[in-house]
């Protein structure tokens, strides 16, 4: 079965870094690239970027350039997420997914990690 | 970036209804377009790629149609597990862009 599992709630104050992960199993975790979405308290979905593990080659959404440090350990499966400096509107639901693509058709995303939410209160 | 637009923004309906919901591209996106299920306090789930591909393990109550800018996702039959948000996305140009959503709601 094709999973990704991320990991834990955090809770982090305003300044703090913060590296939350999404574990890939199942399925070669080189060949796909893996994107992160979030999802704001009560709002839709915004794509952020995306990873390709195999060569680390990394897309950004100009929304999230700058901001966000997307990565990735293909020894272990896994991709990260990172901030440097978390602010309050950075409280969100973040989801990982797999992208698959084929010609003719464009790309989606399946599966998706359960969800990561990082809260930052003061 | 290109805009997605969901109409409508929710929606009532009873089980045994039949539902469309529509989602409309600023540009033409050829058949790049998909739609995603998502239950309160869960993660979003595929069910339609590449406009009209039904996602192995969806019921085949659900369908998808269009091409270009204009799309719909079609129940024939709600049941009550339907009751959810619904997103289209289009992977057509970066950034990959979501609708507003359509919160489908029972009747």
């Known amino acids: 079965e094709v999973q990704l599992v991320q990991s834990g709630a955090e809770v982090k104050k305003p300044g703090e870094s913060l590296k939350i992960s999404c574990k890939g199993s199942?399925?070669?975790?080189?060949?796909?690239?893996i994107g992160w979405v979030r999802q704001m308290p009560g709002k839709g979905l915004e794509w952020m970027g995306i990873?390709?593990?195999?060569?680390?080659?990394?897309r950004y959404s100009p929304s999230f350039q700058g901001h966000v440090t997307i990565s990735a350990d293909k020894s272990i499966s896994t991709a990260y997420l990172q901030w440097s400096s978390l602010k309050a509107s950075d409280t969100a639901m973040y989801y990982c997914?797999?992208?698959?693509?084929?010609?003719?058709?464009?790309?989606?995303?399946?599966?998706w990690g359960q969800g990561t939410l990082v809260t930052v209160s003061s | 970036d290109i805009q997605m637009t969901q109409s409508p923004s929710s929606l009532s309906a009873s089980v045994g209804d039949r539902v469309t919901i529509t989602c409309r591209a600023r540009?033409?996106?050829?058949?790049?377009l998909n739609w995603y299920q998502q239950k309160p306090g869960k993660a979003p789930k595929l069910l339609i790629y590449?406009?009209?591909s039904l996602q192995s393990g969806v019921p085949s109550r659900f369908s998808g149609s269009g091409s270009g800018t204009d799309f719909t996702l079609t129940i024939s039959s709600l049941q009550p597990e339907d009751f959810a948000t619904y997103y289209c996305?289009?992977?057509?140009?970066?950034?990959?862009?979501f609708g507003q959503g359509t919160r489908l709601e029972i009747k």
């Open positions: 996305q289009q992977s057509y140009s970066s950034p990959i862009t």
């Open positions: 199942g399925y070669s975790f080189t060949t796909y690239w």
């Open positions: 990873i390709y593990p195999g060569d680390s080659d990394t």
């Open positions: 997914v797999r992208r698959t693509a084929a010609a003719g058709s464009g790309n989606w995303f399946d599966p």
């Open positions: 590449a406009a009209s």
């Open positions: 540009q033409s996106i050829i058949s790049y």
